[in-house]
């Protein structure tokens, strides 16, 4: 017996349904903190929070965005959020506010990205692909959140008033999305 043509359809669009869900990133859950002493003071030992807090700071020294004037980094990252970077005078990047830190899939250790002040409110990861609400509490993330990295911004040229405007802004490509971390 043949199928007639809308079965197929049907049959053709669960399919499809069922290989998109395949296609989901797995999740892993994520604590975010201000400093290494409030992840200390949480049921991580304070080692793993050193550890993982030098691992943001290195991320972030290495892939915050860099401008070419504190009023554009403020545009982006918000008024009185923005540093001299201490390797280029006269340029600006984010200070680091805080970081994310989580357990990689499969028990394979830990893993931690640097959180750097949005304009607008919150708080997003070096390259804005991540976003939190606050800086404390828990979350779940896609898991290459923890492990995907931003590209190297310590000798690119500065961010400029143009180059931020054709971009977008800061993590207006966005991927991984966001958690409203506050408890």
């Known amino acids: 017996m ?11 669009g669960a399919a499809s349904a069922l290989a998109l869900a395949g296609c989901q990133e797995d999740r892993t859950d ?9 992840c200390a003071s ?13 691992e ?6 290495e892939t915050a965005p860099r401008y070419d004037a504190r009023e554009v980094c403020e545009a982006e990252h918000g008024e ?3 540093i ?4 280029r005078p006269s340029i600006f990047m984010p200070l680091m506010a805080g970081f994310l830190m ?3 899939l499969g028990g394979r250790g830990f893993a931690s990205r640097a959180m750097v002040p949005a304009a607008g409110g919150g708080f997003a990861t070096t390259d804005g692909s991540t976003r939190a609400g606050s800086l404390s509490g828990r979350g779940s993330v896609g898991a290459s959140a923890l ?9 690119a040229a500065p961010l400029t008033r143009s180059t931020v405007a054709r971009s977008g802004g800061f993590g207006a490509a966005r991927t991984s999305g966001g958690f409203g971390a506050g408890g």
């Open 2 to 12: 043949k199928a007639s043509a809308p079965r197929r359809i049907i049959l053709l």
């Open 30 to 38: 994520v604590v975010i903190f201000d400093d290494p002493e409030s």
């Open 42 to 54: 949480s049921e991580y030992g304070s080692e793993l929070c050193e550890e993982q807090y030098a």
């Open 56 to 61: 943001a700071l290195a991320e972030h020294d």
């Open 80 to 82: 009185g959020a923005c």
């Open 84 to 87: 001299e970077d201490e390797s």
């Open 102 to 104: 989580g357990q990689l």
């Open 147 to 155: 492990t995907s990295k931003a590209a190297s911004t310590r000798n």
